[in-house]
């Protein structure tokens, strides 16, 4: 039974908090004031796979079409409330509006285009697909639009005399700040384009391993690989460019004023 | 042209009543913090009053489109933005912006001329000194052909020499084609010189200080 996927013991998998303990001694040997946050990090990620792990056990036994919108709908307020964490900078309430109408409709949108065009599975809310597919999708559009986010911001806090200047030249707001909106962009969706050059050859992505390590065949993988690459790529480049296309808004008045 | 009405902008201006002519050059002075930008940026409608009223051309400037109103009234900041590229790129960004054609290289070059700036449309703009790059900038707004200039120090970088020069250069053009031109400068030479219409601007908080005083 060479496909069947071998169920790793307890010990087992006990010892593989042995790389925690390692990693723990090299950063107190080297004086990094870490062991914290390794802790800490180690602890979380264990205790919030094991609940998953009994939650969509659950799920998947007793499919429900509100239960599968009730845990979208939390993976899609976890992921704003997270981008809205990992900003260093103060955010109107206006741009965080943005902020989560973008998330919520790229997201949403490509699921649905991804779900029951590409993928075609029924019943529409089936959990086994629904569930780590949204996972995928917005956990990837979550790190994009921090990252356009981030950059916006920074941009519209350090370039403010440029955008100014073309305001007092008779610039309209999206004109004055296309530039950053631009860069803003392209900053938030390099990390799918790079991630898509460097896939299968530097990278074998963590769908794909769960896949092959389950005994499912590299081709069709691979398949799955390829179409979740492209919806990830469509929905981060959907919602970051949803974001910025009224974020920048948000920075001036109706009078075409820097706030 | 421009009539401001018992304004108050945070506390930095307060102005009862200032009329500005068309067609002339007026000259803003006072000291530092007296709300000379503040007022060339009302103008401009960068920033609107907190209390009073702005009018341009007997119109209030809040019910007028904010920009298609800066396109006639261009304003130069006191450190000029500076855009990457070209001197060219740089020329006609402001064309770009006010969604004007961009004439041939010929025009481009007699703005530079006009400003003396004897820099090739090629050179990097970022690589020029403050006083050049204060030039070109100036050679920006010449280009536009707006009806109105607000100009903020525009010779605070150059020396006297040239600062006349440019200066004299400058409005000579301005006037040949009746434009208004509102300069705030801190340079008592070019303001006792080309001032057709002196303002002198108080600062609000010594005001403030001495009407306590009075009181």
């Known amino acids: 039974m060479k496909d069947k996927i071998i169920d790793i013991s307890l010990w087992q998998l006990l010892s593989a908090y042995l790389f925690i303990v390692i990693l723990t001694v090299i950063v107190k040997w080297r004086g990094i004031a870490r062991e914290k946050e390794i802790m800490i990090g180690t602890l979380r990620m264990t205790i919030q796979l094991v609940l998953a792990g009994y939650i969509l056990t659950y799920v998947f036994k007793h499919p429900h079409p509100l239960l599968t919108l009730f845990i979208f709908a939390l993976m899609e307020i976890f992921a704003i409330y997270n981008v809205f964490k990992r900003i260093k900078y103060d955010l109107s309430s206006s741009l965080k509006k943005v902020i989560a109408v973008s998330m919520t409709v790229g997201t949403l949108a490509s699921l649905l285009f991804f779900n029951y065009v590409v993928i075609q599975f029924s019943p529409w809310f089936e959990p086994r697909y629904v569930i780590p597919i949204a996972g995928m999708i917005i956990g990837n559009a979550m790190t994009g639009i921090t990252l356009g986010v981030n950059h916006l911001v920074e941009g519209m806090e350090k370039q403010k005399r440029m955008v100014e200047a073309a305001l007092m030249l008779g610039a309209t707001t999206k004109a004055a700040s296309k530039e950053l909106v631009d860069r803003a962009f392209d900053s938030a969706i390099l990390p799918t384009i790079n991630s898509m050059v460097g896939m299968g050859i530097v990278f074998l992505p963590g769908m794909m391993t769960g896949q092959i390590l389950s005994g499912i065949s590299p081709l069709t993988a691979i398949e799955y690989q390829i179409a979740i690459m492209l919806g990830i790529a469509g929905s981060v480049s959907f919602s970051v460019i949803l974001f910025v296309q009224y974020g920048y808004r948000t920075f001036f008045n109706e009078r075409s004023q820097l706030k | ?215």
């Open chain 2, 1 to 215: 042209m421009f009539e401001l009405k018992d304004i108050r902008y945070k506390d930095i201006l307060k102005i009862g009543h200032l009329r500005i002519e068309e067609n002339k050059v007026s000259i803003l002075t006072g000291e530092s913090g007296s709300g000379k930008t503040t007022v060339l940026k009302l103008l401009n409608h960068l920033i609107s009053p907190d209390e009073g009223t702005v009018l341009y051309k007997g119109k209030d400037i809040a019910s007028l489109d904010p920009v298609q109103h800066r396109r006639n009234v261009i304003m130069l900041q006191q450190m000029p933005a500076i855009f990457p590229g070209t001197v060219r790129d740089n020329l006609i960004a402001g064309l770009m912006f006010s969604e004007k054609p961009v004439p041939d290289d010929r025009v481009l070059e007699e703005a530079l001329h006009s400003v003396y700036l004897r820099k090739s449309l090629e050179t990097v703009a970022e690589g020029l000194s403050g006083g050049e790059q204060q030039r070109l900038a100036l050679a920006r707004v010449l280009l536009l052909d707006s009806d109105v200039y607000l100009l903020d120090e525009p010779s605070s970088a150059l020396d006297d020499e040239t600062a006349d020069e440019v200066i004299s250069s400058f409005l000579k053009k301005a006037k040949q084609k009746n434009k208004t031109v509102i300069m705030v400068t801190h340079s008592k030479q070019i303001a006792d010189r080309y001032a057709e219409v002196p303002v002198h601007l108080e600062k609000y908080n010594q005001k403030i200080k001495e009407a306590a005083h009075e009181g």
